[in-house]
């Protein structure tokens, strides 16, 4: 019997998804996000999703300026992902590609990973998008974001760790 009643709404959930529309949202909305492949961890993926999002918000912006000044070099890397499963950007999505680049290394003292503070990456995108610019905007956000990256700081001294977790009371240990 309780085979019967699972079956029945297991069924009445697939037909109902279908005629509300349920199952074809989730079905589209996998389609228009780029995500990395499936050996990218998890932390990979969330970001690649936040700067494929972060590509959709207007010029000039301050969304996504913590997330950026935090990733230094790896944004590059997800936007030229992002880039290579897209057709080719408009000047305004270019201009955008570069706010984001210069967020990344506004602060940085801020990113996590010293793997990420060598522009490398960035410098290679900036290189394409100029190889392809046609707007004379561009090529100058291209020139001033070069000037920019080279004067970025190769290793940082940090005075205290990126992440600092909260002082625990008395210097006891949590758990004893």
């Known amino acids: ?48 999703f936040a700067v494929s999002e972060f590509m959709r918000a207007p010029s000039p912006s301050e969304v996504g300026a913590l997330t950026f000044s935090s990733m230094g070099d790896e944004t590059a890397f997800h936007l030229l992902y992002i880039m290579s499963k897209r057709p080719a950007l408009t000047p305004a999505q270019t201009i955008r590609v570069l706010e984001m680049i210069h967020k990344s290394f506004s602060r940085p003292e801020a990113i996590t990973d010293p793997s990420n503070l060598n522009p490398k990456m960035s410098l290679q995108l900036l290189k394409m998008i100029e190889a392809t610019a046609t707007d004379q905007m561009v090529k100058e956000g291209v020139a001033t974001e070069q000037a920019f990256l080279s004067s970025v700081p190769k290793t940082i001294t940090r005075t205290r760790p990126v992440y600092t977790s909260a002082p625990i009371p008395g210097g006891m240990p949590v758990n004893p």
């Open 1 to 48: 019997m309780k085979q019967i009643i699972m079956v029945i709404a297991v069924v009445l959930a697939v037909v109902g998804g279908r005629a509300f529309g349920q199952a074809q949202v989730s079905i589209s909305s996998a389609q228009d996000t780029p995500l990395p492949p499936p050996p990218f961890s998890a932390r990979m993926q969330a970001r690649n």
